[in-house]
């Protein structure tokens, strides 16, 4: 059975202005997947979109109270991880700089073993005019693909470090 992203009650899909579930097999273990994801400053290494990330909380990698800054698609946002499970869980809220009409979002990776490696589900939730503007009314669609590219490139990536530790 695969794992859904456990939603805060307010970013609940069904309530929701914006919704997007993306998911992938992987050729590799979940700690592989697992390194990738955790390691947000060095997304850009294999989905050059996220390419200005900045943990501010002062761990090197994203774990549980972190809080980082990044541009996405131009658009400068504060995150905090709010989930946290080693090799099976990443979540994190996010709200919008410099944006008063409240937008926020809630993004979860959900990690799941499987025979050949792992199942990787993201989902997220988008709410607020900010997001109902840009991505509801002007480029509707646009976080669904965001996402499927992430996730191919990040099984991509995976499959990638699992073959070099094997040559």
Known sequence: MIDKVIWPERYDPR???IYALNDIDVKAPPEVVWKLLVDAEHWARYFP???QV???SGEPE????TRYHRVTVGYPM???VTECVPNRRLAWA???DGEDTGSSAYHGWVITPTDEGCHVLTEETQQ???FLDVIGRQYPGA???YHQDWVERLARAAEDDVAKQID
């Open 54 to 56: 900045k943990i501010l």
């Open 49 to 51: 979109a996220e390419d």
């Open 94 to 96: 996010t709200t919008v």
């Open 15 to 17: 309530t929701s202005a």
């Open 143 to 145: 976080l669904y693909r």
């Open 78 to 80: 504060s995150l905090t």
């Open 62 to 65: 994203l774990m549980l109270g």
């Open 128 to 130: 607020g005019e900010f």
